[in-house]
């Protein structure tokens, strides 16, 4: 089994930073592929950032510029550096690692 955990949310004011922190434990032999997803209060779950199996990151058009998603396989632990924060970054996020492994959560809340 393979437990994963977020942590690294808070509130913070818009213009602010956060780096969020995902840490997979267990039987996982490798974290990668992995990604952050984020989900506000009635809208559907979105992917933020993802680092593909071959290495290479895509995010989504709202965060480009402003996130870092990385990884670090030998502490089996993605990061999401988060700088610029707006209120519309405000939202539950979650991480997935290989074999579809997601956490509970960590709540972002950006004030303005």
């Known amino acids: 089994q393979v437990h994963v955990v977020e942590s690294g949310g808070g509130l913070v004011q818009a213009g602010g930073s956060l780096r969020l922190s995902c840490a997979a434990s267990?039987?996982?032999?490798?974290?990668?592929?992995m990604a952050w997803y984020r989900q506000a209060p009635g809208n559907e779950r979105e992917l933020v950032a993802a680092?593909?199996?071959?290495?290479?990151?895509n995010y989504a058009d709202s965060v480009k510029g402003r996130f870092t998603i990385s990884g670090d396989n030998a502490k089996n632990t993605v990061y999401l550096q988060m700088n610029s924060l707006k209120p519309e970054d405000t939202a539950m996020y979650y991480c997935?690692?290989?074999?579809?492994?997601w956490g509970q959560g960590t709540q972002v809340t950006v004030s303005s």
């Open positions: 680092i593909t199996s071959d290495g290479s990151t």
């Open positions: 997935v690692v290989r074999g579809g492994y």
């Open positions: 267990g039987h996982i032999f490798s974290i990668n592929p």
